[in-house]
């Protein structure tokens, strides 16, 4: 599985790009930042990033694209920014037909560090030793992208299990309310004049 992580956020945008399967060594086989000027107009740090997320995209083929989930902080004017680099990843994945996967920053601590309140260090020195690395990635949107690409590798086979369950679980709901509904329409069709 080859799985491409965004850490979103319109100055520094982290993407990192993992390959491996659950329980096996993992591979990182690109990280960086997609950067824009603080100065620029919002309209054009998401054209930037949208274009940087793209030639991630090209050049690594990922099967799943990971995305941090924006979760509320008390500085709007920050979470605008990382909802809006969010959404531009997320449409990047969407236009090729790539499913994407939203993680939270604590469950991606929980999958990589084993604790949801991990700091940034403690992500940045666990990233380094699964992928096996010299040094931690830098700066840290780099380690948490590829902690997010880590995160679902690890979670996507018991994600697609849950979810196969959900469809099952539909299906059969689908099917008895269609077998409901076919005994109340022969049973009316009993009851009508002839």
């Given amino acids: 599985m080859r799985v491409l992580g965004v850490d979103p956020g319109l100055t520094r945008c982290g993407v990192g790009v993992v390959e491996g399967v659950a329980g096996r060594p993992l591979t990182m086989l690109g990280v960086g930042v ?5 100065d620029a107009d919002v309209g054009h740090r998401l054209v930037a990033i949208e274009q940087g997320i793209e030639q991630w995209i090209d050049e690594h083929r990922p099967e799943y694209v990971a995305v941090e989930r924006v979760f509320s902080q008390h500085n709007v004017r920050t979470v605008m920014g990382t909802a809006q680099a ?17 993680h939270t920053p604590s469950e991606v601590k929980a999958a990589v560090t084993g604790s949801g309140r ?34 679902h590798i690890w979670r996507a086979p018991a994600t697609n299990r849950l979810q196969q369950a959900q469809a099952q679980a539909q299906a059969r709901e689908a099917q008895a309310r269609a077998q409901q509904a076919r ?12």
């Fill in 118 to 151: 991990a700091d940034k260090a403690q992500v940045g020195a666990m990233v380094t030793r699964l992928l096996r690395l010299d040094a931690p990635p830098k700066p840290a949107d780099a380690a948490d992208a590829l902690a997010l690409a880590i995160c």
């Fill in 34 to 38: 997609v950067r824009t000027p603080s």
């Fill in 86 to 102: 969010s959404a531009v990843a997320m449409l990047c994945a969407s236009r090729r037909g790539l499913p994407v996967a939203l």
């Fill in 183 to 194: 005994q109340q329409a022969q049973s009316l069709a009993r009851k009508a004049p002839r």
